[in-house]
């Protein structure tokens, strides 16, 4: 399944993106004839920072060197050499191994948004407003800066199969297309679909129209099926820009809009209904040490082949993460039937450790109501909560306190504004005694300020009146005046804080009622009269007196505006204050939620574990049953629970940009997004150890055979190499012959090619191999043989029961949309069918599978091995023991380390056939239900469903037998399959080992030649290797130090 998500040697080398060290060590660099081979050598472990993918660059390294050596080698007839060096391309093949995470939830339950958190990057599409992944969706690592992605298509066959279920889901009981449909059933969501992907279909020109039809409708379509699109950009954004219409599902709620009429918004055709499924590559640094997401969308999908596709993510994929909103998550049925989903997946599929291979993922933790959670949890009397409470309690208080001096501010403008708008009328009207007087015209003066009773003019004409006198008369006092005017114009307040600067309609309309205008309270003036006999300088004392008290009314009106602006800076400042001291309480509130439901969650979990044991005991023996009887130690499950902020996380990194501040959360780790991110590494960190340390064994066995070999050049004389070849060479055969010598069966074992080194271990060890796998078969049989026939007359009973169940909890359009999809829609009813059967299977499958079947094995193929270096050092004449017994120990470390690898591909097909024999039921009790379904689907018209229900039960009736007990054979026939695949897999990986021990032990018969420099180069390549050998030492001592601190903090 994750086969397209291989990286290159240079993305392991550079995998883990951590920073490189200083190197203050010392490069060796050796040239040999031009060549320059480079690693980098430590003088002590401490020197080395170890990780996993930091060794493997190291050790590629290494390889490197070494075959820069073995290339100027040439000794003897080239067999050595040319097995070295496939050795060396075994070696650079070293490829980091990779972890699959199927991620799974409901629509909105904010799983796009974990991945693009954990990215760290906006890498697959979101919306708040509509589900938009509608296909599955595979993210893994590459080391280039781009993003890049594989989107494959359905090919025909497979779109006109959903077509055909598509349109059967749009007719109603009597087979005629509805005219409208609900969007939210069965019939809405097969014309979203087909409406998406042909924007011009109505459902009127819908009815009668055959698969064949509606495919002609798209050339653009066909086209497009059966291809795979490869996209690559520069950067996320532009990435999600051509993505997003292959992968993103549009909203056709403006379906409605058009049908009245109303323009809608993108009338091309959809791609994600004709999408098999996406490959995403990216080079985020939590994919980096060999973790792949699996964005999976759902697997109720109409089409097989991505419904499929969904289902065996979840079944092959090494860990499965359950997401839910953690506001719903304890009480979620949806979360606790994935839960439920997931552990019965894991359990039968994988005979792992479920607790590890299932982790909960509770997402928008800063969906929160603190006084809610404060009450749910006893939070009252929470210390750090009262204390929060008691500065939000001051807060409170002071920014009430400011409020009140703003207020005090804003009045006090108001006041000193009428001062200064009456002083500004008076200064005016000095001015202008003063201009009459200096012209003579006082007469003009006196009839403007003594007859405005009789006609009172307009504020704003008057106002208007004012300015052009000022513009056209001279006046003694402007330089001063207009000093003054400056000062007070250039005041640092707000012009909106003067009543006089933006009167509002209201003000001026209460003053023109209340308040008599300036000419008004002049004229009131009991002394204006006698003002006519006023002389200049009396006029102009009074002015000045005016002007002294219009900049003092200014300086109060500027320290009015500065203490609102001291208020207003303080109430902002204290708003700040007040919502980060909320978020605080909030973000408390939430973790101390998270807390909780961590808890429940894994309660939950081992109690749903235990409710599953007890079923499953008590079907198998219910007379024994007893319920407080413990299978397992279910205290030791720890369930990982995560909770997360992911939107508050991309607020807190600006991932996205507009998306405002963050509403709960201020610190980064308190989102969770980092610790999920550490859990993704900490998943795959046992692969990756284990990966390392193979090829570090795998090296350092290689390493010490060449050297053992090359040890040899010059020192054996020709009578001893002749008898020595004579006895264990393998002769030149055709590969046809050799083949048929391979054969166990074979009688040409003394024809003079049985006896060679190669073939006689090849041999014997395929006679092992077939043992261990005929033990497998015996094994299987004795354990879950009985089994399986019990559990299938179990199932075969309680069918009709089952059924009953399932059709009666089922509304009618649900029911044969689901007998369309073969049974199989949003539930299944074949595999509820055959639950009795694998219920009870399912625990004794888990412990068969834990078996070791290969410790047998690698003791018999020990002695095998064993035996053979004992023959050979004994035919061996007297002189050559020592360096026989020599050679055969490095060439038995290599065979060990072989052995090791065909273990593990036995172990490989163990689990990829259990996992498939596992999967086998359903499929086939499928396949023999599909006449039932055919025959209840031909049924139509009013009261057709009630027929249908019937059909399918007197099928169940009438077939129970070949149902479940041909089901137990197929599962037993399954086992044997197994353990066939089995041994052909460790077959495959014994192919070639005969060959390089043979090649191993024939530097001691082969003639490595003398030709001038061989002793050079070979003691040159020697120096080299005993050098790698030292460093692969402390690169493992390296290892065992930082094992031990991990440990240690642990």
């Known amino acids: 399944m994750a086969s397209g998500m291989g990286t290159s040697n240079q993305d392991i080398a550079g995998g883990s993106r951590i920073k490189e060290e200083p190197r203050s060590s010392r490069p060796l660099l050796d040239t040999i004839d031009g060549l320059t081979a480079q690693f980098t050598t430590h003088a002590s472990a401490a020197e080395i920072r170890y990780t996993p993918e930091r060794f493997i660059g190291e050790g590629l390294a290494m390889v490197k060197h070494l075959k820069a050596h073995i290339d100027q080698l040439e000794i003897g007839n080239g067999v050595s050499k040319e097995t070295w060096l496939e050795e060396i391309k075994s070696l650079e093949r ?156 549009r909203d056709d709620s403006a379906q409605g809009d058009k049908d009245k009429g109303v323009e809608s918004g993108d009338d091309r055709p959809a791609l994600w209904p004709l999408i098999r499924q996406v490959k995403v590559w990216c080079s985020s640094p939590v994919l980096s040490t060999g973790a792949i997401l699996v964005d999976v969308p759902g697997v109720a999908d109409a089409n097989v082949a991505r419904s499929n596709i969904a289902k065996e993510y979840m079944k092959n994929s090494d860990c499965i993460w359950i997401v839910a909103p953690i506001i719903r998550a304890v009480d979620d049925k949806v979360a606790k039937d994935l839960l439920g989903h997931a552990f019965k997946t894991q359990l039968m599929s994988k005979f792992t450790d479920v607790g590890s291979a299932i982790t909960f993922v509770a997402t928008k933790c800063d969906d929160i109501s603190s006084s809610e959670i404060i009450r749910a949890l006893q939070l009252k009397d929470d210390p750090v909560l009262q204390k929060i409470e008691a500065d939000l309690g001051e807060l409170q208080s002071e920014t009430r306190k400011w409020k009140s001096k703003m207020t005090a501010a804003e009045k006090t403008l108001k006041r000193v504004g009428g001062e200064l708008k009456r002083m500004r009328a008076a200064i005016n009207k000095h001015q202008e005694h003063v201009q009459a007087l200096i012209d003579g015209n006082l007469q003009t003066w006196s009839a403007k300020f003594g007859q405005s009773r009789v006609k009172r003019k307009k504020p704003d004409d008057e106002v208007d009146d004012t300015l052009k006198r000022r513009k056209t008369t001279p006046d003694p006092c402007d330089s001063q005046m207009s000093l003054f005017d400056t000062d007070l114009n250039h005041s640092a307040f707000d012009p909106g804080d003067s009543p006089i600067a933006t009167p509002s309609p209201s003000d001026a309309e209460s003053s023109s009622d209340s308040e008599p205008d300036d000419l008004d309270l002049l004229n009131d003036d009991d002394d204006s009269r006698s003002e006519l006999l006023l002389t200049i300088d009396e006029v102009m004392a009074r002015l000045q007196e005016k002007s002294a008290e219009l900049k003092d009314a200014g300086e109060r009106q500027n320290e009015a505006i500065r203490l609102k602006k001291d208020a207003a800076d303080m109430i902002s400042a204290l708003d700040k204050r007040r919502s980060e001291a909320q978020r605080e309480k909030s973000a408390i509130c939430s973790l101390k939620r998270s807390n909780a439901s961590r808890s429940t969650l894994k309660r939950d979990f081992r109690a749903g574990l235990k409710e599953f044991d007890d079923k499953t005991a008590e079907r198998l023996d219910p007379s024994n049953f007893d319920p407080a009887a413990n299978l397992r130690d279910y205290a030791s499950i720890d369930l990982p629970v995560f909770t997360l902020s992911s ?95 391979s054969s166990p069966s074979s009688d040409d074992s003394d024809d ?110 020990t002695e095998t091995i064993e035996k053979l270096f004992d023959d050979f050092e004994a035919s061996c004449p007297a002189a050559l023991r020592d360096k026989a017994r020599s050679q055969c120990q490095a060439s038995f470390q ?95 990986k014994l192919q070639g080992l005969g060959h390089r021990v043979e090649a191993n032990l024939s530097t001691l018969w082969v003639d490595l030649g003398a030709r001038k420099g061989l002793a050079g180069e070979c003691a040159q390549a020697i120096e080299s290797i005993d050098k790698i050998v030292v460093q692969l030492d402390l690169w493992e001592q390296a290892d065992e130090i930082r094992s031990s601190a991990t440990q240690t903090q642990e």
């Open 894 to 988: 290599e065979a060990m380390d072989a052995l090791k690898k065909i273990v593990s591909a036995g172990r490989h097909e163990l689990s990829r056939g259990q996992k498939a024999a596992s999967r086998r039921l359903v499929p086939q009790v499928r396949e023999q239900m599909t006449k039932g379904y055919k025959d209840a689907l031909a049924v139509t018209g009013r009261g057709s469903v009630a027929i249908q229900k019937a059909i399918i039960r007197d099928f169940i009736e009438a077939n129970e037998d070949s149902l479940f007990r041909s089901g137990a054979d197929l599962i037993l026939n399954s086992l044997d399959t197994i353990a066939v695949s089995v041994g052909g897999g460790m077959k495959s």
């Open 752 to 861: 003079g090619y049985g006896t060679s080194v190669s073939v006689r271990l090849e041999m014997e060890l395929q006679g092992v191999v077939d043992e261990n796998a005929q033990r497998m078969k015996t094994v299987f049989r004795s354990k879950l043989g009985k089994k399986c026939q019990d559990s299938a007359e179990e199932a075969a009973n309680s069918a009709i029961k089952t059924y009953d169940a399932f059709a009666d909890s089922m509304h009618w359009r649900t029911f044969r949309a689901t007998l369309r999809r073969d049974g199989a829609w949003n539930r299944d009813l074949n595999e509820e069918l055959v639950a009795p059967m694998t219920t009870p299977i399912a625990s004794s499958w888990a412990r068969i599978f834990k078996t070791n079947f290969f410790s047998s094995f690698t003791t018999k193929a």
């Open 94 to 249: 070293q490829r980091g191994p990779r972890t699959m995470i199927a991620v799974y939830g409901a629509t909105g339950s904010g799983k796009s948004s974990v991945i693009n958190a954990l990215l760290d990057d906006t890498i697959v599409p979101t919306s708040g407003m509509r589900a938009c992944t509608a296909v599955v969706t595979e993210i893994g690592y590459h080391s280039r800066k781009s993003v890049a992605a594989e989107v494959t298509f359905l090919s025909v066959e497979q779109w006109k199969a959903e077509l055909a279920i598509l349109l059967d889901d749009l007719r109603d009981e009597d087979g005629r297309v509805k005219h409208s449909v609900d969007l939210s059933s069965e019939s809405g969501t097969a014309w979203h679909k087909v409406h998406s992907v042909y924007p011009e279909l109505t459902l009127d020109s819908l009815a009668g129209m055959t698969v064949d039809e509606v495919l002609q409708l798209g050339s653009e379509i066909v086209h497009r099926l059966g291809t795979v699109k490869r996209i690559e950009a520069k950067n996320s954004k532009d990435f999600s820009k051509r993505i997003s219409k292959f992968i993103e599902s």
């Open 647 to 741: 939107r508050d996380y991309i607020r807190l990194t600006k991932q996205v940009k507009g998306d405002g501040d963050p509403v709960c959360f201020s610190k980064v780790e308190d989102t969770g997004v980092p610790a999920l991110r550490e859990w993704c590494h900490t998943l795959t960190i046992q692969a990756r150890e284990n990966s390392a340390r193979s090829f570090r064994s795998h090296m350092r066995v290689f390493a010490a055979s060449i050297k053992s070999c090359l040890d040899n050049v010059g020192t054996i004389s020709e009578m001893d190499r002749k008898a020595l070849r004579e006895r264990w060479e393998t002769a030149r055969v055709p590969r046809y012959k050799m083949l048929r010598i």
